[in-house]
T-cell receptor, first 118, second 114 residues
Framework: GAGVSQTPSNKVTEKGKYVELRCDPI?????LYWYRQSLGQGPEFLIY????????DSGLPNDRFFAVRPEGSVSTLKIQRTERGDSAVYLC????????????????FGPGTRLTVL | AQKVTQAQTEISVVEKEDVTLDCVYE???????LFWYKQPPSGELVFLIR??????QNEISGRYSWNFQKSTSSFNFTITASQVVDSAVYFC???????????FGKGITLSVRP
């Protein structure tokens, strides 16, 4: 597609349930990022993939959160035993490649998945 | 550690007024990048500009201009002759060193009234 797509656009679940959020990056983009945006806040970094591997997962809040990118394209963010505090918009971004200290490739963001945990 | 501070939370102006959005950053990296993103009510983040730490030239793009000053660690954004369509949340962000992640400020909600 022309841009980053995310599904579903909205997800309502009950406390304790398991959810999966999907991100389809721009074709050819090797780097993929997940961010979480709580109400009234800026996006907060969760995890970054370069190809199939997680290059930086320092932003994952705890072990209930996990993400995969098995073929280096589509990524799935998985949240186990959801809690009300997990309610937020989950944003995905992709870029042509990862970055080095001397270069940068712009991150293009998707529309996000709004997760509501009741 | 990296930090981005957007002290203004909400700004309301009348159409055609000029408005400046402030951004102050903290980083220990000597090489870093600064960004501004716009988030309209639809929710999608729209990239506006990127600056690297070696380029302190100010930039103008139509009604938008950016003032980068390393001496005060600031990267301010000015909209000239604001329009209703400029109403959105604006985020300043920082990427430092070899890290790939962006660190965002809390955002500034700009409302432009007709």
């Amino acid at each position: 597609g022309a841009g980053v797509s995310q599904t579903p656009s909205n997800k309502v679940t009950e406390k304790g349930k398991y959810v999966e959020l999907r991100c389809d990056p721009i074709s050819g983009h090797t780097a993929l990022y997940w961010y979480r945006q709580s109400l009234g806040q800026g996006p907060e970094f969760l995890i970054y993939f370069q190809g199939t591997g997680a290059a930086d997962d320092s932003g994952l809040p705890n072990d209930r959160f996990f993400a995969v990118r098995p073929e280096g394209s589509v990524s799935t963010l998985k949240i186990q035993r959801t809690e009300r505090g997990d309610s937020a918009v989950y944003l995905c971004a992709s870029s042509l490649e990862g970055t080095s200290a001397s270069s940068y490739n712009e991150q293009f963001f998707g529309p996000g998945t709004r997760l509501t945990v009741l | 550690a990296q930090k981005v501070t957007q002290a203004q939370t909400e700004i309301s102006v009348v159409e055609k007024e000029d408005v400046t959005l402030d951004c102050v950053y903290e980083t220990r990296d000597t090489t870093y990048y600064l960004f501004w993103y716009k988030q309209p009510p639809s929710g999608e983040l729209v990239f506006l500009i990127r600056r690297n730490s070696f380029d302190e030239q100010n930039e103008i793009s139509g009604r938008y201009s950016w003032n980068f000053q390393k001496s005060t660690s600031s990267f301010n954004f000015t909209i000239t002759a604001s329009q209703v369509v400029d109403s959105a949340v604006y985020f300043c962000a920082l990427r430092g060193g070899a890290n790939s992640k962006l660190t965002f400020g809390k955002g500034i909600t700009l409302s432009v009234r007709p």
